[in-house]
């Protein structure tokens, strides 16, 4: 009987002080805002001090909200978010980009992010850099860094082969057959299907004057003649040689990339930086014009933060979120990372740094891809017809045709 | 006659309450096991019927990430037998392990044999067979991207032995083969395990009766050896298929699915369709379809297996 009762006392306390427990933990989760994030500061020490000294300067301005800042793995990071939305374990905000916007959209899981930002912070964005985040009329991401994918070109490459950085298709063509001859590729062209199509196909598509969706996103414009325009031109890149064949289907790896070998002209689908860590240095790179067919554009990433439907505490995230986009905060995450800001009054961020300051003059020039919420099940088949045409496998225009045919139940439903 | 019936009474009084003491201790002590197997049952039906029985379920609705939860009855089913994409991962799923499983098992066989006699370094050898089996499947395919590639040793040999050089991994014909040799790489050891414990029941007599009848070694093999090896061979064809229909790492590190398709399998297309399409509902019904084929295969393993025994 005595034991019974022992162990009934100390079931009963054990119970009582978990509920004290949970109820502490609530009371904290009322004033914490979580944030996911990724290593989009590629050196670990310094992205940590980064968020170290900004969660610092945020709460000396706001000393009753706490931020935790939960830096996570790209690899499956969809994967990742989705279970832990589903178990209702997710973050108040996570970094998104606009491939990722229509899908988290889609399932009524993103807030508007009017309601998280000053006035002034929104009209201050560069039109390409909120239309990449918007849903049928309001941006659903806070912008924070952007990309400009200009030329990065191998100075040692043009000079050895003797010839200048093109400045549109035809130029580039003419070139091709000179470097080749002297040993080396005209460009770079990554077409496996694990690479976002906007880093291959797109950006031909977007300078041949074509576009992936519709005006009212229902259904797929990119069986047209700019689309046709734009593989045929690829097409010809891959079968003169002037791109190197395997990574039409190998994953991307940097060290073994023919950057790395120091046998491309020009690269016009990766950042200056990422070209640089290919090649060991950003020593010989020089920035060339994005190309241009009929219109001269680029692909830019835009990255920033969504925030949940669930914020468990939307006053501290608005805070949070206000603070994480101002002026100095947005110029120093930029400078860390090796970005641009995608505020048009924080610009010339890198003054001592000619590269990055030749690089930042196209960011108007980028289109950070077209958000619509079946984006990525279009991706899924289109990058398998735009990889069998450049094999040989198929015509652009049968692919194309294929591809509006497979695209238009799942646009439509 | 009253001595002899009550001896008889009181010895079937004796038996009855000895048989009710026994069943007591069989009760209790079937009590005891269920405790100690419960922890395992529940957890086996928290995180393994459970998760499966949802995934039947959500095959049969739309399911957001947000929470919400449509009933779409057999719309998932139908989508699926419409979808050629669905079809093609069918086809490479079964290529994939028409090609991958035959060859584990004549690989894991023919190593067995070779390492069952006790001779110098027989261990070392075996434990080597049995280290693709603990190595990362990621950095498998890493390096076997490397092998397969143009400047690869793969490449090398086909060239030595008068064949072009191409690299596997980009042509739509070669691509599955080479990442079903990876499957099968990954594996063999496994089966080597399995094959070497199954060839010691092996009676020695019966081998040694035949060499002495002037057998000769395959007909040996053939006549006593592969006989004791069925059993094993059908359990390996059982877990090998189902690895094989459940391949994705290799996969996923050295094509993603391609070129063009190639190597797209049912588990490539299950990830995709939930997590870059969050269509989990679709996904779903991928699962339920792999699972029945997986079925049909353990169940005719088990008519098979069972008639053997």
């Keep these: 009987m005595g034991r019974t009762r022992k ?6 306390v054990g119970l009582l002080g978990s509920a004290l427990l949970s109820g502490c933990g609530a009371e904290d989760q009322r004033n914490t805002v979580t944030m996911w994030t990724y290593p989009i500061i590629t050196d670990p020490a310094a992205d940590r001090a980064f968020w170290e000294r900004t969660v610092e300067g945020f709460r000396a301005e706001h000393p009753d909200i706490n931020v935790d800042v939960v830096s996570r793995p790209w690899d499956d990071r969809d994967a990742s978010l989705t279970m832990a939305l589903m178990a209702g374990k997710g973050p108040d905000l996570a970094y998104l980009i606009p491939d990722q916007v229509g899908r988290y959209y889609d399932q009524d899981l993103l807030s508007p992010i009017e309601d998280y930002l000053p006035e002034r912070t929104l009209t201050d964005y560069r039109d390409n850099a909120l239309d990449a985040v918007t849903m049928d009329g309001k941006p659903y991401v806070a912008p924070i860094l952007m990309a400009a994918l200009a030329g990065s070109c191998d100075t040692r490459v043009l000079a050895d082969a003797g010839v200048e950085p093109p400045e549109t298709w035809d130029e580039l063509l003419a070139i091709a057959p000179k470097l080749k001859r002297a040993g080396y590729y005209a460009t770079y062209y990554q077409g496996d299907l694990d690479t976002s199509l906007n880093m291959n196909f797109y950006q031909f598509l977007w300078q041949a004057g074509g576009k992936v969706f519709s005006e009212d996103g229902r259904s797929l ?3 047209s003649p700019a689309g046709v325009q734009a593989l045929r031109f690829l097409k010809k890149l891959v079968d003169n040689g002037y791109v190197e064949r395997s990574a039409l289907t190998q994953a991307y790896q940097p060290d073994q990339s023919p950057m790395a070998r120091g046998e491309v002209a020009c690269v016009y689908n990766q950042a200056p930086l990422d070209v640089g860590n290919a090649m060991g240095s950003t020593e010989h790179i020089q920035i060339a014009p994005p190309l241009t067919e009929q219109v001269q554009a680029a692909y830019g990433v835009v990255g920033g933060y969504g ?4 914020a468990r505490d939307p006053a501290a995230v608005r805070a949070w979120l206000s603070y994480l986009t101002s002026t100095e905060v947005m110029s120093d995450y930029n400078r860390t990372a090796g970005y641009f800001s995608p505020r048009e009054s924080v610009t010339n961020l890198y003054p001592d740094d000619p590269m990055m300051s030749e690089a930042e003059k196209y960011l108007d020039r980028t289109i950070p891809g077209e958000p619509n919420p079946r984006f990525q ?6 990058a398998p017809l735009v990889q069998a045409v450049l094999l040989g496998q198929r015509t652009p225009e049968d692919a194309l045709a294929e591809a509006a045919s497979q695209a238009e139940p799942i646009l439509r439903s | 006659m009253t001595t002899v019936d009550t001896r008889d009474r009181g010895s079937r009084d004796g038996d009855a309450r000895q048989g009710n003491a026994r069943k007591r201790r069989i009760s209790r002590g079937g009590w005891i096991g269920l405790a100690f197997v419960l922890p395992v049952f529940v957890l086996f039906l928290a995180f393994r019927f459970g998760p499966a029985l949802g995934g039947v379920l959500l095959s049969f609705a739309n399911y957001t990430v947000g929470g919400s939860l449509e009933w779409k009855g057999l719309l998932n089913y139908q989508r699926l037998i419409a979808d050629p994409g669905f079809w093609n991962a069918l086809r490479v799923t079964l290529v994939y392990a028409l090609i991958s499983v035959p060859l584990t098992i004549v690989a894991a066989t023919g190593l067995a044999l070779l390492t069952r006699r006790a001779f110098r370094g027989a261990r070392l050898y075996r434990s080597v067979f049995f280290l693709p089996v603990v190595t990362s499947l990621i950095l498998a395919g890493v390096v076997f991207t490397w092998i397969f590639s143009v400047d690869g040793p793969w490449s090398s040999i086909l060239e ?11 042509s739509s014909t070669f691509a599955l083969p080479a990442v079903a040799l990876v499957g099968v790489w990954t594996r063999f050891g496994y089966g080597v395990l399995i094959m070497l414990a199954k060839l010691q029941e092996v009676p020695k007599e019966l081998e040694e009766a035949a060499l002495m009848d002037g057998a000769g070694p ?8 592969l006989p004791e090896l069925r059993p094993a061979i059908f359990f390996l064809i059982v877990i090998e298929t189902t690895f094989s ?22 588990v490539f297309s299950l990830y995709r369709e939930s997590f870059a399409n969050f269509d989990f509902g679709y996904a779903g019904a991928i699962g339920v379809v792999l699972f029945v084929l997986t079925l049909i295969v353990a169940l005719i393993q088990r008519i098979v297996f069972g008639k053997e025994s």
């Design chain 2, 160 to 170: 030595s032995v008068g064949f072009p050089v191409t690299n596997w991994l980009e």
């Design chain 1, 221 to 223: 414009a990119v069986d």
């Design chain 2, 218 to 225: 395959w007909q040996r093999f053939r006549r006593i050896v």
């Design chain 1, 307 to 310: 925030v949940f439907q669930d």
């Design chain 2, 245 to 266: 229909f459940q391949a994705f790492d290799t996969i996923y590190v050295m094509t993603s699915g391609g070129p063009v398709d190639a190597t797209y399998t049912l």
């Design chain 1, 377 to 382: 099940e279009v991706v899924n088949i289109l």
């Design chain 1, 7 to 12: 162990f009934l006392t100390a079931l009963t």
